[in-house]
């Protein structure tokens, strides 16, 4: 097998389904802007009252980041239906196979809990959704296993019948043609305008490699996709979301025209730092560092590796923060 792009719905269904979930906030709040509109498409299909409560659940289970990488990676192997398919307590173990949870500890719920609270609080991005979702799953597994099986028949059923419909599939197929195309013709270019490649150096693309193409869901899955990574290795495919040099640029302007992301890039740019620290440097709580680490990933300049202890170090690539600025010298001095 060459190099490919594919697209894989359930994946897309349930990165864009979590990244809506993310973005909304409360009722009366607006969703977050920032992220791309690609997730929008579930707005005028949650907002309904007979879908209040689905909605309601969906937006505390799925902004735990956590438990959003959890089944992603189930559903790469596997499928949507046959995460429904499986009872309260084989999830709970599978799950903890995921995090590697000792056999002997599992009867114990309270040492499992202790233990997924402990990587929360450790991680750089960790958040209140996550202690509140794990501790409903570690304590009321088969009730939160209900819960999530309405979500994911209520919502899978509309993916497939409202939103991945023949034209969305007909455009689909365009944009994956095109992006083929442009990988065939020119390996460089296209690893040059795509937003997440966790892979080697743009020349040197191994030569079997699959890409996965996501086409609703926003830039917002780049966090999730780290987390991933950070959690189970490169064990899953490579995700590509097309990015314009313009976008690129906004997005990297509005990063340094906030005045804690400015301190935050001059920072990475001489060392990097693990989560707690750059908190400290930043005299920021890490509740806030998220959305702030959020936005430079956007701008692709922003790397994170794991390091000792299992910690998240994050670094800035100065190649990249030169090549936007160039590009920004080009656009204003010679457009």
């Excluded at 309405?150 to 455009?171: P, R």
């Excluded at 590509?240 to 990475?268: G, N, Q, T, W």
Aim: with cysteine; charged share 30%; aromatic share 10%.
């Amino acid at each position: 097998m060459g190099k490919e792009i594919l697209y894989l719905p359930e994946i897309d269904y349930l990165v864009s389904l979590q990244t809506y979930c993310i973005g909304k906030k409360d009722e009366d709040q607006a969703y977050d802007q920032v992220m791309e509109d690609g997730s929008l498409v579930w707005e005028k299909f949650l907002k309904g009252s007979d879908m209040y409560f689905i909605s309601h659940d969906a937006q505390m289970i799925f902004k735990s980041r956590m438990f959003n990488a959890l089944l992603i990676h189930h559903i790469l192997k596997n499928s949507v239906d046959d995460l429904i398919a499986l009872t309260g307590e084989e999830l709970y173990n599978l799950i903890l196979d995921y995090r590697e949870i000792d056999q002997k500890k599992r009867e114990y719920r309270e040492i499992v809990y202790a233990e997924i609270e402990r990587t929360i609080n450790e991680s750089y991005n960790k958040s209140e959704e996550d202690l509140i979702v794990m501790r409903e799953f570690v304590f009321n597994t088969d009730s939160f296993k209900s819960r999530l099986d309405d979500i994911l028949k209520s919502t899978y059923k509309i993916f497939t019948e409202e939103i991945y419909t023949e034209t969305a599939q007909g455009l689909i197929e365009k944009v994956l043609e095109r992006f083929q195309n442009k990988l065939d013709s020119d390996e460089v270019a296209f690893s040059d305008s795509i937003t997440v490649f966790g892979g080697s150096e743009p020349q040197k693309l191994p030569e079997e490699l699959t890409l996965c193409m996501l086409y609703f869901a926003s830039q917002q899955y780049i966090v999730m996709l780290k987390d991933m990574l950070v959690l189970f290795g490169r064990e899953i495919p490579k995700y590509v979301k097309h990015v314009s040099k313009d976008s690129r640029i906004a997005l990297f302007l509005k990063a340094l025209s906030e005045p804690v992301c400015y301190k935050m890039i001059k920072l990475l740019s001489k060392t990097p730092f693990y989560g707690a620290e750059l908190s400290r440097e930043l005299g920021i709580p890490g509740s806030e560092l998220e959305k702030h680490i959020s936005h430079i990933q956007r701008t692709r300049i922003l790397t994170a590796m794991k390091g000792e202890k299992n910690r998240i170090y994050f670094e800035i690539s100065k190649d990249e923060v030169e090549k936007l600025l160039e590009n920004l010298k080009s656009d204003l001095l010679n457009s």
